[in-house]
């Protein structure tokens, strides 16, 4: 039998990249993790069993199956879908052993409240992105008839009597603006969202809901109006592609060079990216598969600033800083809704990235080339940013913690290497 050293099975558990270009070819996009996590709470609104399609097969995915599980759901993957049985009766809580390890499971609580008139859910904590709190879900739920207490580092929470109001929320939150809505549907009257969140997946939960017989309208705009319905029932639901996935192959193909087909990508829910990408060299337009993408020549540099959507996502500011790194010129990247997430720039400083950051600013001066370097995942995106880096890198680039990378990848390396990035996932013996 092969003995493998501790340290041994850690280096060898990661990426491993070699630069050189191009990519050529399509690329499938899967559903999204933003999306199919917040769906799969959902079912937690009604008895009866549901199908979800396009879904990732991702970790986030299978703690998200588990939170559920842990509440008397079965949850069953057969290919691409998820079959979720919601019994009459669950447990509704959602132990810290499970919360600690996804942030979003704090999804359920709207549709527990809803569902069962209880919640009971331990506080995830924060994360490399700095505090990460929930105020703005209990202030919204609060609003239409929620009560709350946090003991224990649990949040307690009952509701026997839903009734819709305004909320006006303080940041248009996307976790706030879901877990209002699926508490909402239930609700005694209407539900006014003042300030919501905008994106894409909240309009694909808002589907959801309304295919399971909710009256939900304005989702993708800053209203949201929930008509409170008595009854609901489960549904087949086709999550909406991951835009976020789409953006970090279009990076991918800005820095090795080639010319991609990102199959199932949506161009009307990444307008914004593609205008960024378009000034710095990558070209990009609608294609019936999904969307066409092109880039020859070096990078040029431009200003970003992450807002919430319609404007740059946060998730992609990584990637945006990794291409930065070798574009022609000066960039300063804004980070406006998390206070940490500049982690990964160590990192591209090890593989020879000219980077500074002050606050939430980054300013980084585009080198010639990067270096392959060990380096070291701190979250999903930043992973993802590493790996992308290392496609423009002389050598090797290993991506250690690539752990990160799976909670919301589905197969990263084997899909870059199918448009023939030399990237190979390398995992532990024994
Ligand atoms: N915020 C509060 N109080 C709250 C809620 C949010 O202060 O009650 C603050 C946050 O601390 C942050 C800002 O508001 O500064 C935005 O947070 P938001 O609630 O919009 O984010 P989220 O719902 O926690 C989702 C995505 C993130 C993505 C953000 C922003 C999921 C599971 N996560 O998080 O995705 O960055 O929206 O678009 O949907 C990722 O996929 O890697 C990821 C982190």
Known sequence: MQRVHPEDSERQDRIEVRGGGPLEGPVAISGAKNSVLKLMAASLLTEGTFTLRNVPDIDDVAVMADVLRAMGVAVRRIGDALVIERPAAITPEAPYALTERLRASTAVLGPLLAGTGHARVALPGGDDFGPRPIDMHIAGLEAIGCRFEIAGGDVHATADNLVGDSVLLEFPSVGATENVMMAAVRAKGTTVIDNAAREPEIADLAGFLNRMGGQVTGAGTSTI??????????????????????????????????????????????????????????????????IWAM???????????????????????????????????????????????????????????????????????????????????????????????????????????????????EDFAGKLSALGGDVRRLRPVG
Do not use: Q, W
């Open 295 to 409: 880039c020859t020549g070096r990078l040029r540099s431009v200003d970003v600033s992450t807002l919430p959507y319609p404007g740059l996502p946060t998730d992609c500011k990584p990637l945006l800083v990794a291409m930065l790194s070798v574009a022609e010129g000066v960039g300063i990247v804004t980070e406006n809704l998390f206070s940490g997430r500049f982690r990964y720039v160590d990192e591209l400083m090890r593989m020879g990235a000219d980077i500074r950051t002050e606050s939430h600013h980054a300013v980084i001066r585009g080198v010639e080339s990067l270096s392959g370097a060990p380096v070291r995942a701190s979250d999903i995106r930043a992973g993802a940013a590493l790996v992308v880096a290392g496609l423009a890198a002389d050598g090797v680039t290993a991506v250690a913690d690539p752990h990160h990378i799976d909670r919301g990848y």
């Open 225 to 290: 109006t929930v008509e409170g319905v008595e009854e609901l029932c489960p549904v087949d639901h086709a999550v909406v592609s991951d835009r976020i996935e789409a953006a970090t192959f279009l990076a991918a193909v800005g820095m090795a060079g080639g010319e991609i087909t990102l199959v199932g990508a949506r161009p009307d829910h990444m307008a914004m990216l593609c205008r960024k990408l378009g000034e710095m060299g990558v070209r990009t337009s609608p294609d019936p598969d999904g």
